[in-house]
């Protein structure tokens, strides 16, 4: 079972009648323990989603399905090995853009290209820690709450 990060879109669903937003991603993980994810959602004061995007670090058994739609944007498969957040920063702190096969550094370019986040100063010898936060930084600029000093833990 790999750790995957993706760039999803949100879905809107209805749960005991309040609108809830999560990401795409949600549909494709096992139920735990087998499949787990975790999301931070960038959202305006008003609480409803300032992206259409979602950063998500996933892990289920099976990709198949995932892999299958399009929308779900692939931006980083941990090995095996990588099981926690602490090993996952150790092995992108150890690695650059140019350690990723050229159909990675492609999609991860489509990727950054299609969520609008900037990558005009990544070269081969970038970091991958770096290309992480970036998309992670976008996503919290994005956030009104986040800038307001006002946003809550709903976990």
């Known amino acids: 079972m790999t750790v995957r990060l993706y760039g999803c879109p949100m879905d809107t669903v ?15 993980i096992a139920p735990k323990p087998n499949g787990d994810w975790h999301a931070s959602i960038a959202s305006k004061l008003d ?7 979602v950063v998500v670090i996933c892990f289920t058994p099976d990709w198949t399905a995932a892999d299958a739609d399009p929308q779900m944007r692939l931006v980083a498969e941990f090995p095996v090995s990588v099981t926690k957040f602490s090993e996952a920063k150790a092995w992108l702190s150890t690695r650059t853009i140019n350690d990723l096969s050229a159909a990675m550094r ?3 370019q489509n990727v950054y290209d299609a969520l609008g986040i900037n990558r005009s100063d990544f070269t081969l010898t970038t970091g991958l820690l770096l290309v992480i936060h970036r998309m992670f930084s976008a996503q919290l600029e994005a956030d009104e709450n986040f800038a307001q000093g006002a946003f809550t833990d709903t976990t």
Request: hydrophobic share 50%; proline share 8%.
């Open 14 to 28: 209805i749960r005991n009648g309040l609108t809830v937003f999560v990401p795409r991603a949600v549909q494709y």
């Open 47 to 53: 609480g409803t989603p300032a992206l259409v995007w």
């Open 106 to 108: 492609t999609r991860l």
